[in-house]
């Protein structure tokens, strides 16, 4: 099993739709999670981090489960600027350090 | 400015030819990592550096190398280049995080390389 799993995707939704994303991971030690996000060919850039037990910000609500080691993004009311590819990244424990492995991410698109 | 900085932007470049991508960063980060993308495989790491004499191999550092050569600065060598190599390539820094773990990743724009 890889470490960092998501569904790839693509998910495909119209617009005001409500969508959620899990990524689940094998490692129970990690503290802190993350949310990225990608648009095509750009850089990846923080969405939310995710520690305790949630984390919400306006229309996005990201969530961590520690027994079923998994963490999840929702989308509420979703717009066409939304779509672009979702990765998430736990902290692997390697060697006494925490290294941020990232899931292969999962595509959305948001449609008329 | 941008606050991480990757130099080139795009590189095509032959079978066995050395290549150096460069990295540059004005936040203040202890921590930079390279990564490389493949469609459908998500980020890998490569390398990465805690500090400026913090050298470690990632997931996938077979075929390459890197140079930290001050806070602010690391490197990726590509001795000899070969064509499955091609791929976007990303530098990032943070700082230290919860429990000794990363804290927010700040990326820069990626190096495109082609190696034919």
């Known amino acids: 099993r890889k470490e960092v799993e998501q569904d790839p995707g693509p998910f495909n939704v119209p617009e005001g739709a409500t969508v959620a994303f899990n990524c689940t991971y094998s490692?129970?030690?990690?503290?802190?999670f993350f949310w990225y996000r990608q648009d095509c060919r750009k850089e990846p850039k923080l969405l939310m981090s995710?520690?305790?037990s949630g984390n919400e910000d306006g229309r996005f609500t990201a969530q961590l489960n520690r027994a079923s080691q998994y963490i999840s993004l929702l989308i509420r009311d979703s717009k066409l600027s939304d779509s672009a590819t979702y990765l998430c990244?736990?902290?692997?424990?390697?060697?006494?350090?925490?290294?941020?492995?990232f899931g292969r991410g999962t595509s959305l698109i948001v449609h008329p | 400015d941008a606050d991480v900085t990757q130099t080139p932007r795009n590189r095509i470049t032959k079978t066995g030819k050395r290549i150096m991508l460069e990295c540059s960063q004005t936040k203040g980060h202890d921590r930079m990592y390279w990564y490389r993308q493949d469609p459908g495989l998500g980020l890998r790491l490569i390398y990465y550096s805690f500090d400026v004499k913090d050298i470690n191999k990632g997931e996938i550092s077979d075929g390459y190398s890197v140079s930290r050569q001050a806070q602010a600065k690391f490197s990726l060598s590509l001795e000899s280049a070969i064509p499955n190599q091609t791929a976007l390539y990303f530098c990032?820094?943070?700082?230290?995080?919860?429990?000794?773990?990363?804290?927010?990743?700040?990326f820069g724009p990626g190096t495109r390389l082609t190696v034919l």
């Open positions: 990244v736990v902290p692997l424990s390697s060697g006494g350090s925490y290294i941020p492995t």
């Open positions: 995710v520690y305790s």
């Open positions: 490692n129970s030690a990690s503290q802190s």
């Open positions: 990032a820094t943070s700082d230290r995080g919860l429990a000794g773990g990363p804290d927010t990743q700040y």
